[in-house]
């Protein structure tokens, strides 16, 4: 079985070199290529195709917009970020972009092993004493999403919504809220359009989000 490609893109040469040999002391990969800027995320995914590459953050350029671009091109290639930076906010917009792994320099040899085997078989790998940070951050960025569409919603959509997390039909909610069943069609088009989704499911999918507290009352009549 050959080697597996890897590349380098650091504006260290000395850690470059520390992680070509742990990669030859792995064994089973082959370093292709190396880069010490941001765009020579893009010119070597453009040029080598490897199948996994090693990027800082802390380089000349954007490495995030370096990062997106690059598998735009080439989106086999596995992207593992390798940085000194702890900030929760990097790590998202970086997996964001599309890496496949975020390890923090200072991590055992280990972790960057395993983010390359992670990678390979389709898996995210964060560094595991930082993931914590970065789920919390996750978790605080899609709350802050949901109240931003909340307050987007009216005081009927509300309603309507609240009804729909209780399973009711539209011809019920039209009577409980002396609407004719054409306006309330009307309000679900406007929902699905504010909450980005395609039909009365998501909405009350997306509507069960906003509203954790609330639970369906009947699945089977949501596609009433």
Same mark, same amino acid.
């Given at each position: 079985?050959?080697?597996?490609?890897?590349?380098?893109?650091?504006?260290?040469?000395?850690?470059?070199?520390?992680?070509?040999?742990?990669?030859?002391?792995?064994?089973?990969?082959?370093?292709?290529?190396?880069?010490?800027?941001?765009?020579?995320?893009?010119?070597?995914?453009?040029?080598?195709?490897?199948?996994?590459?090693?990027?800082?953050?802390?380089?000349?350029?954007?490495?995030?917009?370096?990062?997106?671009?690059?598998?735009?091109?080439?989106?086999?290639? $596995?992207? =593992?970020?390798?940085?000194? #930076?702890?900030?929760?906010?990097?790590?998202?917009?970086? /997996?964001?972009? %599309?890496? +496949?792994?975020?390890?923090?320099?200072?991590?055992?040899?280990?972790?960057?092993?395993?983010?390359?085997?992670?990678?390979?078989?389709?898996?995210?790998?964060?560094?595991?004493?930082?993931?914590?940070?970065?789920?919390?951050?996750?978790?605080?960025?899609?709350?802050?999403?949901? $109240?931003? =569409?909340?307050?987007?919603? #009216?005081?009927?959509?509300?309603?309507?919504?609240?009804? /729909?997390?209780? %399973?009711? +039909?539209?011809?019920?909610?039209?009577?409980?809220?002396?609407?004719?069943?054409?306006?309330?069609?009307?309000?679900?088009?406007?929902?699905?359009?504010?909450?980005?989704?395609?039909?009365?499911?998501?909405?009350?999918?997306?509507?069960?989000?906003?509203?954790?507290?609330?639970?369906?009352?009947?699945?089977?009549?949501?596609?009433?």
């Amino acid at each position: 079985m050959p080697d597996r490609s890897v590349a380098i893109v650091d504006d260290h040469p000395l850690l470059m070199e520390g992680i070509g040999a742990l990669l030859k002391r792995w064994g089973g990969f082959a370093l292709t290529a190396t880069g010490n800027i941001a765009e020579d995320i893009v010119s070597i995914v453009r040029t080598h195709r490897p199948g996994e590459m090693i990027v800082d953050l802390n380089m000349v350029g954007d490495v995030f917009q370096a990062i997106a671009d690059a598998l735009k091109i080439a989106p086999e290639t $596995k992207i =593992i970020v390798f940085t000194a #930076s702890t900030s929760p906010d990097d790590a998202i917009r970086a /997996l964001d972009a %599309g890496a +496949r792994g975020y390890v923090l320099k200072g991590s055992p040899g280990e972790d960057l092993f395993q983010a390359l085997q992670a990678a390979q078989h389709g898996d995210v790998y964060v560094t595991p004493a930082f993931a914590t940070k970065v789920i919390g951050a996750l978790q605080d960025k899609a709350v802050e999403r949901q $109240k931003a =569409i909340s307050n987007r919603l #009216s005081v009927r959509e509300e309603q309507i919504v609240k009804l /729909l997390l209780l %399973g009711k +039909r539209n011809s019920e909610i039209a009577r409980e809220l002396s609407l004719s069943d054409k306006t309330i069609k009307g309000y679900m088009t406007n929902l699905m359009a504010k909450l980005n989704v395609r039909n009365r499911l998501e909405v009350v999918l997306a509507a069960q989000r906003l509203y954790p507290p609330m639970t369906i009352a009947t699945v089977t009549r949501l596609h009433s």
